[in-house]
Nanobody, 118 residues
């Protein structure tokens, strides 16, 4: 059984930084793209950033230049370094990964709350 476990959310003042981690575990053969989504209250879940197994990255416009995604393939872990945080970054952040195990499918973490105070 495959599982994604997130950590690192919390409360921070505007301009501060947080680092999120998401570790995949289970009978994993390979992990393709990993990414982070966020969902603010009353809004849809949206893609924030992603990284392929080869290291190619994508960033949504609102976070370009402030957020950095990285991954450690040996540890099956993806990270999100968030700097210069703004109140509008407040949301529940979800880890997502396309994992080849018994079959291939997309998996989600349980979500971690990030709150940025002004």
């Amino acid at each position: 059984q495959v599982r994604l476990a997130e950590s690192g959310g919390g409360l921070v003042q505007a301009g501060g930084s947080l680092r999120l981690s998401c570790a995949a575990s289970g009978n994993i053969i390979r992990i393709n793209t990993m990414g982070w989504y966020r969902q603010a209250p009353g809004k849809q879940r949206v893609l924030v950033t992603s990284i392929t197994s080869g290291g190619a990255t994508y960033y949504a416009d609102p976070v370009k230049g402030r957020f950095t995604i990285s991954r450690d393939n040996a540890k099956n872990t993806v990270y999100l370094q968030m700097d210069s945080l703004k109140p509008e970054d407040t949301a529940v952040y979800y880890c997502n990964a396309d994992i080849v195990a018994i079959g291939t499918r997309s998996y989600w973490g349980q979500g971690t709350q990030v709150t940025v105070s002004s």
